[in-house]
């Protein structure tokens, strides 16, 4: 079955950087929108970036404009999310989701395959 799998989230200190990769199998990335989310505890799931097939468009919430960064190397079948400058408040696990659709959603409920998450703790 499909499967995306993500690395690369662990504990920091508020300012940090951290870089996610989301790896793909059964699945090739090229033919989809890609995007990231996260949630925090006791917080609903909130889109964080999304990009486009060819990765010549992308999207990011108001919160992570200007310091994280998301891309893709179709060749690897990975994409991945660069977090600068990270916050307190960007603590959460991270999920990396395939869309099908035409145009990056923001909305979780248009993806169609999610991987199961990778932590990423800010300390202040």
């Known amino acids: 079955q499909v499967q995306l799998v993500e690395s690369g989230g662990g504990l920091v200190q508020a300012g940090d950087s951290l870089r996610l990769s989301c790896t793909a199998s059964r699945l090739t990335i090229s033919n989809w929108i890609m995007g990231w989310f996260r949630q925090a505890p006791g917080k609903e799931r909130d889109f964080v970036a999304g990009?486009?097939?060819?990765?010549?468009?992308?999207d990011y919430a108001d919160s992570v404009k200007g310091r994280f960064t998301i891309s893709r190397d179709n060749a690897k079948n990975t994409v991945y999310l660069q977090m600068n400058s990270l916050k307190p408040e960007d603590t959460a696990v991270y999920y990396c989701a395939a869309d099908g659709s035409y145009g990056i959603q923001r909305s979780g409920r248009g993806y169609d395959f999610w991987g199961q998450g990778t932590q990423v703790t800010v300390s202040s």
């Open positions: 990009i486009s097939r060819s990765g010549g468009i992308t």
